[in-house]
């Protein structure tokens, strides 16, 4: 099978047989793109091809215009109220981004207690999670490298102007009162004061874990122990698949 995280600034593909990973690819969204990923996929034929994207309507099309001409049965991973011992904490539990879904689902498959996953990537997302599978919510911020219009063109789904947007001490359970970006300090000191005050929440023994491709230097900045775990993803559909 071929496993695809398609996130916002690149894609990332596994194919497995066997229970043993086969092949990787990755690369950023570049003119060249669709061309290296139709040759990869040429040279590992699979039967089942699993999909996880937060792309833009554009780069999803052309995405399935490629993945149209492979072959395989295409099946596309959504939020759910719950999956694989998580239980989804958004109100919308479908308005949870798969790719942070996932990402939870992985992190129940790898540690026992309380933990706080943060993917740094274009964004920045934080979400808690109980030892007993509740999701409890979390934050998105823009991340280190992303201005603020970039930061609103990812999101550019949601309404700026709705008022759960603001600065706040509680964890969010909508994508709009997730997003953080009315606050003075830049996107690692409010991640550094959401972390200590969440962190509150969990257990004393709680983890942290890392992924995305800023991963090493929001590790470097929290200041506190955390584990980078760059294909937390890819174990959250592991996980699905194996049911």
């Known amino acids: 099978m071929i496993l695809l995280d398609c996130g916002n600034s690149s894609l990332k593909a596994q194919r497995w047989d066997s229970a043993r990973l086969q092949a990787s690819f990755a690369s950023s969204y570049d003119a060249d793109w669709q061309r290296r990923l139709a040759h990869w996929l040429d040279r590992n034929p699979a039967t089942e091809c699993y999909q996880s ?5 554009e780069r999803q099309s052309r995405l399935d215009d490629c993945l149209a001409k492979f072959g395989a ?11 694989g011992g998580v239980i989804n904490g958004y109100r919308q539990p479908e308005r949870l981004g798969v790719d942070r879904w996932l990402a939870l689902v992985g992190a129940a498959d790898l540690v026992d207690g309380d933990c706080m996953v943060i993917d740094a990537g ?9 030892a007993d ?3 409890l919510g979390g934050a998105i911020l823009p991340g280190l490298c992303t201005s603020a219009e970039r930061f609103r063109q990812i999101f550019s789904h949601i309404d700026f102007n709705d008022p759960q947007i603001a600065a706040n001490s509680e964890s969010g359970c909508s994508t709009e009162a997730a997003i953080q970006i009315d606050y003075p300090l830049d996107s690692i000191g409010r991640l550094r004061e959401l972390v200590t005050s969440w962190m509150q929440l969990l257990d004393h023994d709680a983890s942290i874990l890392l992924a995305g491709g800023d991963a090493p230097g929001v590790q ?8 980078i775990v760059p294909e937390l993803v890819f174990r959250g559909m592991s996980r699905l698949v194996a049911g």
Not at 220 to 227: N, V
């Open 53 to 57: 994207s937060v792309l833009d309507f």
């Open 73 to 83: 049965n295409l099946i596309r991973f959504e939020s759910t109220a719950d999956a």
């Open 122 to 130: 274009s964004a920045i997302t934080l979400d808690l999670l109980l």
């Open 133 to 135: 599978g509740r999701h």
């Open 220 to 227: 470097e900045s929290l200041g506190r122990p955390a584990r």
